[in-house]
């Protein structure tokens, strides 16, 4: 892959990490300033909605892992090689998931095999 197009995935990357991190600080802040109800009904509407934001701050989490082990890859200059066979990774794939580790063979070798055993 050439420079130009590393640059533009490192740059991607960074932008969707800081963006996340703001997002994850902010929602942090909202959460602790809004504990106190009075009336039952906010109260469980309050935890109902907390636990959503919590179940996609945990995805937010991992997405943040990928991001980083994409940048490091970068800097290693192991990015856009499949971590299964160390074939290229498409740019079309890279274009769609810039976090990709693995090429649409092997992922999708991969799904299948999540499929059949059911894991």
């Known amino acids: 892959m050439n420079n130009d197009k590393l640059q533009y995935f490192e740059d991607l990357l960074k932008t969707w990490l800081n963006d996340l991190m703001r997002h994850a600080d902010e929602e942090i802040v909202r959460i602790r300033e809004s504990d106190y109800f009075p009336d039952s009904l906010d109260r469980a509407s309050f935890d109902s909605e907390r636990s959503f934001q919590l179940r996609i701050r945990n995805r937010e989490s991992v997405l943040i892992k990928k ?38 063979r092997c992922k999708t070798a991969m799904e299948q095999m999540e499929k059949f055993t059911g894991t």
């Open 67 to 104: 991001i980083k082990t994409s940048l490091q890859d970068i800097e290693e200059g192991l990015y856009g090689i499949c971590k299964n066979c160390d074939g290229k990774i498409s740019l079309k794939r890279l274009e769609a998931r810039p976090v990709a580790q693995h090429c649409i």
